[in-house]
């Protein structure tokens, strides 16, 4: 277009004169400086990067009933960000690779981001990706399970908050003219609901003294399972942005499927998330590039949800073999799609955000009755279960709670497609009705956002009881799921 303009002015010149010519170069220096317009239309921008946060040794590695020390790192953790640009309104995602992280520590990264960057942070989404084989960012010790929002930072919470930062600033300088699209593929074989309501009569005692209709990982092939207490969501939804070039810039995935796990004791690791961005990376054929590729895989509504079929039979695999598998698998099926993607050369972008209050739960009077029963019982006396003791120290430590808690909701539009966050391990039918309940076309959610409060179940979970419903698993209202879903088809209707 350039040229032709040029042409164009040296042709006419003698028709239009000095005066009509010089006006000719100056449009002509606008669009070489202002490419943006040169296309004579809105321009669309974006760029990726990934920050590493690998912790230090020695740090207790959470997620599982006790905490081992990180003595060896199997791979990198990493904090992966993507920010576009639509020449009005810029969007930053973010995927950090540990089990959950502290509001806190995504707030100081917000706040330094927005100062350094003008974002503002109700357009950043910053997400955990579950990994149980990452060190602590929600406190060390006992710190993790109790209420502390204005106690600082400590040095791997401080050192992950500036990482975050810094990415999203170097994503932010590799902006670049990019194209735009997205899509989705079922991936069924890996996904299966973890709680299993069991066969009448059969005894299922919870650590608060009482009896559950629902049994989390009841055990593979058990001979009493009934069927399972929820359904699954096998849909992989992908992002992905292109340089207009065609070169890929980054691919933002996500999968209603829980940690793999299958790690030896004391390792750091990524889990399939990491795996996934590392597979779908060598398919693309992108590992040599400058600026660098960059894929992530954040987790939808899993918190019912994980990769082991109980129905069997039991297969044993060595370390790392089962999430490299489910990573195989998932990028392949997405690759299938990644050709047929509709590429668009510009979207609107779009985000709002509300701070919900929800209600804290607490005991009822016969439940903190045998919490104080429990806790004077001596060790050496055995209980009904084996996890009374730990739950009863855990309902303890949620005194230090406020009655009441603010949480971050956010949702994000790109295009035709909506994004939820929701800072929670969210159970599946939560992600399922909000698919069907939005106003826009296209729609997944991303759990752990912005933040990490326990378990999200449905209030119909919550009758059917289960690990996720205990008391201290999960904190917040019963109705809780109801309020957060109202509120996101509020933020995507103000939206639309």
């Known amino acids: 277009m350039k ?38 239309d809105k ?4 760029g990726a990067y990934k920050s590493n946060i690998t912790p230090k040794l020695g740090g207790p590695i959470i997620g599982g009933w006790n905490s081992p020390p990180a003595d060896y790192i199997h791979d990198e953790l990493f904090a992966r960000s993507i920010v576009m640009d639509d020449g009005e309104n810029k969007l930053v995602m973010v995927t950090v690779d540990n089990v959950g992280v502290d509001q806190k520590v995504f707030d100081v990264a917000k706040q330094r981001i927005e100062e350094a960057t003008g974002i503002p942070a109700s357009h950043i989404l910053i997400a955990s990706t579950h990994t149980h084989s990452a060190t602590s960012a929600r406190g060390v010790g006992e710190k993790g399970r109790e209420w502390h929002p204005d106690e ?73 399972l009934l069927e399972p207490a929820g359904p699954t969501d096998p849909e992989v939804s992908y992002l992905s942005i292109q340089a207009t070039d065609g070169r890929p ?16 004791t004391g390792h750091v690791s990524a889990d399939y998330f990491g795996m996934f961005a590392d597979k779908i990376q060598e398919l693309l054929g992108a590992d040599r590039q400058n600026p660098g590729f960059v894929a992530m895989m954040s987790n939808g509504t899993s918190g019912d949800i994980n990769n082991i079929n109980f129905r069997g039979p039991r297969v044993s695999r060595p370390p790392y073999e089962k999430m490299k598998l489910v990573a195989d698998d998932v990028a392949k099926a997405v690759m299938k799609g990644y050709h047929d993607i509709n590429y668009l050369d510009w979207v609107p972008l779009d985000a709002k955000q509300a701070q919900l209050n929800l209600k804290v739960r607490r005991p009822s009077p016969e439940l903190a009755k045998f919490v104080e029963e429990v806790n004077a019982r001596p060790e050496t006396v055995e209980g009904r279960h084996r996890l009374e003791k730990t739950y009863a120290k855990r309902i303890k430590q949620m005194e230090t709670f406020p009655d009441d808690i603010d949480v971050i909701i956010q949702a994000f539009k790109i295009g035709d497609l909506g994004i939820g966050a929701i800072p929670f391990e969210t159970f599946v039918e939560i992600g399922l009705e909000l698919k069907e309940r939005s106003p826009l076309d296209d729609h997944f959610t991303i759990g752990l956002a912005n933040g990490l409060y326990g378990y999200l179940p449905t209030p119909e979970q919550h009758k059917l009881g289960g690990y996720e419903t205990w008391l201290s698993t999960n904190r917040v209202e019963e109705v809780a799921s109801d309020k957060i879903i109202a509120q996101l088809l509020d933020l995507f209707n103000d939206l639309k």
């Open 3 to 40: 040229k032709i303009l040029s042409k164009e002015c040296m042709l006419r010149s003698k028709d239009i004169g000095l005066y009509g010519f010089a006006i000719c170069l100056v449009f002509l220096s606008y669009l070489i400086f202002n490419p943006v317009h040169a296309q004579g």
């Open 43 to 46: 321009s669309f921008m974006a």
């Open 152 to 224: 600082p930072l400590d040095d791997y919470q401080s050192f992950m908050a500036s990482r975050i930062s810094d990415g999203v600033q170097i994503a932010l300088g590799n902006l670049e003219p990019a194209r735009i699209g997205w899509g989705s593929v079922d991936v069924p074989q890996h996904v299966f609901n973890r709680r299993w309501k069991m066969k009448p009569g059969i005894p299922t005692p919870n650590p608060l003294g009482g009896n559950d209709i629902a049994v989390m990982n009841p055990g593979v092939g058990n001979p009493n």
């Open 249 to 264: 810039l980054a691919l933002f995935a996500n999968y209603s499927l829980h940690y793999v796990g299958g790690v030896p």
